[in-house]
């Protein structure tokens, strides 16, 4: 059984992205900038923009963190980003979800600049990905993908089964695995909350992704022998003999299931890091591209 080390596959991305940017910064040109916007003080939002904003000045790239309070309006929101958006030396915006209520998610995804939506979540992008058009992959997908292609785990002609068919994972993990691409040309099943009969299908699956937010609720009786498991759960779970208080657990109950998959992710330590690699990616895509 292979584990699907994210700290080996995100390494070895982040040091072909520093040299990258090395050799851009020795040209004379400026480094990447990377413009993050977290709303509130969320626990776990907090710990990933943080880790957003390490990772970038780990490979050399510039980033700014701008904070707004809880209750700062969506119309100030929306101001924020369109002076992001007409920032010359920003290449990349993200918005850190989720929002609070009295915010509309729709419409700050929709303010964002497509040329500089790091995150691919505007529709520009999702309509582009669908089409097999080169766009910004929505980076936890993405990260999915680069695993892949880093411990080359073969897709094509395997059935992949993803179990969520939300806009940030389940649904663009479906069309990438779909799409006629070499980390592709798989036959793909989603299933979600009204899905039937789901541990028959997952039963099924070569390649089985579970991004539903249930911590371990894949358990071994619904894997293939020999399936390649990608668990995209994160969910603090509180436990009191922890130091923080709680302890992160994935969709999958790793340990039983290791026993039967051929690979396997863990959490924390598997998707979360990739997902970081992919923003960093995309975030390099939308600097050459805005050169
Ligand atoms: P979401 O809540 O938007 O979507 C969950 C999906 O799971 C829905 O489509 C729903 O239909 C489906 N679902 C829920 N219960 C189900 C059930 N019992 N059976 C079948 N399907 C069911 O969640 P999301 O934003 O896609 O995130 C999913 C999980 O992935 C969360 O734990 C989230 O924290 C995590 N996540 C991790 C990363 C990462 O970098 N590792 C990135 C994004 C999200």
Not at 205 to 211: C, F, N, P, S, T
Not at 224 to 231: T, Y
Not at 269 to 283: Q, R
Request: with cysteine.
């Amino acid at each position: 059984m292979l584990v699907l080390d994210g700290k080996i596959a995100s390494h070895a991305i982040k040091e072909s992205l520093k040299t990258q940017v090395a050799s851009i910064v020795q040209s004379g040109k400026r480094a990447p900038h990377l413009a993050a916007i977290l709303v509130g003080n969320n626990g776990a939002s907090e710990t990933y923009v943080a880790s957003k904003v390490k990772n970038c000045a780990e490979i050399g790239f510039e980033s700014t963190l701008i904070r707004l309070e809880a209750n700062v309006t969506e119309a100030v929101l929306l101001a924020t980003i369109e002076e992001l958006n007409n920032n010359d030396l920003i290449d990349g915006i993200l918005v850190q979800l989720p929002l609070p209520k009295h915010i509309s998610e729709q419409k700050v995804i929709e303010a964002i600049n497509p040329h500089k939506d790091v995150d691919g979540f505007h529709p520009t992008s999702a309509g582009k990905l669908v089409q097999g058009l080169p766009t910004f992959i929505p980076a936890t997908p993405y990260g999915i993908v680069l695993m892949l292609e880093h411990f080359n785990i073969t897709t094509k002609g395997k059935h992949a089964v993803i179990i969520g068919r939300s806009n940030i994972v389940g649904r663009p993990m479906s069309i990438l695995l779909s799409s006629n691409s070499p980390f592709g040309n798989c036959t793909v099943t989603i299933c979600h909350s009204h899905t039937p009969n789901l541990k028959d299908i997952c039963l099924q699956g070569d390649i089985l992704v579970a991004a539903l937010g249930r911590p371990e609720f894949v358990t071994a009786d619904m894997v293939k022998d020999g399936a390649v498991v990608i668990d995209v759960g994160i969910t603090r779970v509180e436990d009191a003999s922890a130091k923080k208080g709680f302890r992160i657990k994935g969709d999958v109950a790793y340990n039983e299931v290791a026993l039967k998959a051929s690979a396997i992710t863990p959490v924390p330590g598997g998707v979360g890091l990739m997902t970081i690699a992919g923003l960093l990616k995309n975030t390099l895509q939308a600097y050459l591209s805005n050169e």
